[in-house]
């Protein structure tokens, strides 16, 4: 498939935020946009003694924007001056600064894997006590990775919820065989697409990827990706993605 021409359609799999680059991306090209999230989340609780003992901990960890949003919703900032935030990626630790709350380490790289790699070049002491706040579906990298390095404790801040229904604009575009471009951001996304519209697929149907996770989980199933970002992040899709736009588009 050839994922660039007048016709083509671009599907958005993944919760569109206000900020979202690649939605305003494609908007300021003028491209058809349909916003069809196969995955949303939802905020988990954190009970009383999941809270004393982030009080008690020294650093606390995040790993994605909606981490450190869905914490602030159950914190006052005042209440953790004290802390150091470490966070994977610059985006995450620009909503800590919205709150007034600045993160003392802003991983250089793009994964949990990146981030214990860094850690462990810098001697801690084993009895400080460190907290991460994930998602329910984050593997267990970091503490694979720091729970000989400090006193570690991981507690889910957010869950993942699956669509269960079609979008009616996508599924009449999938039946009318339009030019298709589907962008995945995570393999839950590609999976939810197929999962709901898979027995609609065409030839003209294309898939965008943003990084080797989720190109191995097209790949089960047969789909090869027409575009994967060089660098996993939403700019490096986005950057690969108006790298390839047809000349008519520039």
Known sequence: MDPYSRETAVILTHPIGEDDLLYNGLLGEGIDVIRDPMINTEQIELCKDELNVIFQSRRIIFTSKRGVEYFLNQVKPADILDKNFICIGKKTAQILEKSGLKAWWVSNGRTASDLVEELREVHFSKNEKWVSLLGELAENTLEDGLQDLCDYKR?????????????????????????????????????????????????????ASIGPTTTKSMKKRDVNPVVIARLSTYEGLWQEMKLQLKPDYQ
């Open 155 to 207: 507690y889910n801040i957010y869950r993942t919820t699956n669509a269960d229904s079609r979008n009616e604009k996508t599924e009449a575009l999938l039946k009318a065989k339009r030019p298709m471009l589907v962008v995945c951001t995570s393999p839950s996304c590609f999976d939810g697409f197929m999962d709901i519209y898979g027995d609609l697929i065409h030839d003209e149907v294309g898939f």
